[in-house]
């Protein structure tokens, strides 16, 4: 069965370090999110792609965030200072347009845990 | 802009209990309701779903309706087991356009524990 894969599964920083996060979604999907969700809440987007573009970045601290999927296949999510305030899990997910995420046809990789000591 | 509220939690049950998890929105249009499910160690997977007023998603002997009139999404279950124990996510996606559309609003989450 396809699966979104990302990594690393834990990731254990300093604050002011730089960390990145590598998602690969299913196969042929268009769209791909980045979402955060800190300890006790829901998933809170934080960046939305449509192939190579970004279609929403409203949410995403600039100042220290950046994500990138160049060829419109893997993305990778950076923070750079990390902050205590990042401590959190990193959910990639895909699918094949924004229609097919209307529709519940969204797929969630596992996630990457960040701790920021 | 869209909300999702679900009931404080934990939610501790013993084996074979009814189950209910309240959750209510806020949206403009019709949305396309969700129930998503994270088991540990796993990532966030569907549940069930409904799309328009009225319609009842079903899963796993899970059951939700969607109720317009009292902007709700309860998730139900006769009788829950051990395996059922996990973290349950209520989301709506808006099918109005614009820039909502194609994305997830989710509740905080309600994590159930089943005991034998």
Same mark, same amino acid.
């Given at each position: 069965?396809?699966?979104?894969?990302?990594?690393?599964?834990?990731?254990?920083?300093?604050?002011?370090?730089?960390?990145?996060?590598?998602?690969?979604?299913?196969?042929?999907?268009?769209?791909?999110?980045?979402?955060?969700?800190?300890?006790?809440?829901?998933?809170?987007? +934080?960046?939305? $792609?449509?192939?190579?573009?970004?279609?929403?970045?409203?949410? +995403?601290?600039?100042?220290? $965030?950046?994500?990138?999927?160049?060829?419109?296949?893997?993305?990778?999510?950076?923070?750079?200072?990390?902050?205590?305030?990042?401590?959190?899990?990193?959910?990639?997910?895909?699918?094949?347009?924004?229609?097919?995420?209307?529709?519940?046809?969204? $797929? $969630?990789?596992?996630?990457?845990?960040?701790?920021? +000591? | 802009?869209?909300?999702?509220?679900?009931?404080?939690?934990?939610?501790?049950?013993? @084996?074979?209990?009814?189950?209910? #998890?309240?959750?209510?929105?806020? !949206?403009?249009?019709?949305?396309?309701?969700?129930?998503?499910?994270?088991?540990?160690? @796993?990532?966030?997977?569907?549940?069930?779903? !409904? *799309?328009?007023?009225?319609?009842?998603?079903?899963?796993?002997?899970? @059951? !939700?309706?969607?109720?317009?009139? *009292?902007?709700?999404?309860?998730? @139900?279950?006769?009788?829950?087991?051990?395996?059922?124990?996990?973290?349950?996510?209520? !989301?709506?996606?808006?099918?109005?356009?614009?820039?909502?559309?194609?994305?997830?609003?989710?509740?905080?989450?309600? #994590?159930? *524990?089943?005991?034998?």
């Amino acid at each position: 069965e396809a699966e979104v894969a990302q990594s690393p599964r834990y990731k254990i920083t300093e604050k002011s370090q730089a960390v990145a996060f590598w998602c690969d979604p299913i196969s042929g999907h268009a769209t791909l999110y980045w979402y955060r969700q800190i300890l006790g809440q829901g998933p809170e987007l +934080l960046v939305q $792609f449509q192939d190579e573009s970004v279609v929403d970045d409203s949410q +995403l601290p600039k100042d220290r $965030f950046s994500a990138e999927r160049l060829k419109g296949v893997d993305s990778t999510l950076k923070i750079q200072p990390a902050e205590l305030g990042d401590s959190a899990m990193y959910l990639c997910a895909s699918s094949l347009s924004p229609r097919e995420t209307n529709t519940g046809e969204l $797929f $969630f990789g596992e996630g990457s845990r960040l701790t920021v +000591l | 802009g869209n909300s999702v509220t679900q009931m404080e939690g934990p939610v501790t049950l013993s @084996e074979e209990a009814f189950l209910t #998890i309240n959750c209510t929105y806020t !949206a403009t249009g019709y949305p396309s309701l969700f129930w998503y499910v994270q088991y540990p160690g @796993e990532g966030l997977q569907l549940l069930l779903k !409904a *799309t328009k007023a009225d319609d009842k998603g079903s899963n796993k002997g899970f @059951e !939700a309706t969607y109720r317009k009139e *009292t902007t709700s999404f309860h998730l @139900e279950k006769g009788s829950v087991q051990v395996s059922d124990s996990a973290v349950y996510f209520c !989301a709506l996606s808006s099918n109005a356009g614009g820039t909502s559309y194609g994305k997830l609003t989710f509740g905080q989450g309600t #994590i159930l *524990t089943v005991h034998p």
